[in-house]
């Protein structure tokens, strides 16, 4: 690995292949690794709770993954709660304006 200067592609795929025992049982069950970009790790949460608490840990979590993967694979967190619904698609989808209509 050393030689073929993969250790930190190693190091980032093993924040997502073993998210659970990077960061606990407990918080892998409620959020999940979305991408890894720069050393910036976007997280998404299953609630905007879950998100806030996750916030309040992101140092903790950042020394729970240097410990795993090694330092400066992940220097920052970005953590965001679940992508709010698409008004538009779906199977009661009309033309026009939308929601705007009954809003304002």
């Given amino acids: 690995m050393k030689a073929r200067g993969w250790e ?6 093993t924040v997502f292949g073993a998210w659970e025992k990077v960061v606990g049982p407990d918080i892998a069950a409620h959020s999940r690794p979305m991408k ?7 997280v998404e949460a299953e609630s905007t709770a879950w998100a806030t608490q996750l916030r309040m840990l992101t140092g903790r979590l950042l020394q729970q993954i240097a410990g795993e993967v090694g330092h400066n694979v992940v220097t920052r967190m970005n953590i965001h709660g679940p992508a709010a619904p698409s008004w538009n698609r779906g199977p009661r989808r ?6 705007r209509d009954t809003y304002g």
């Fill in 94 to 99: 009309v033309q026009g304006r939308g929601p």
């Fill in 8 to 13: 930190r592609p190693k190091a980032e795929a």
């Fill in 36 to 42: 890894l970009d720069g050393g910036v790790l976007t």
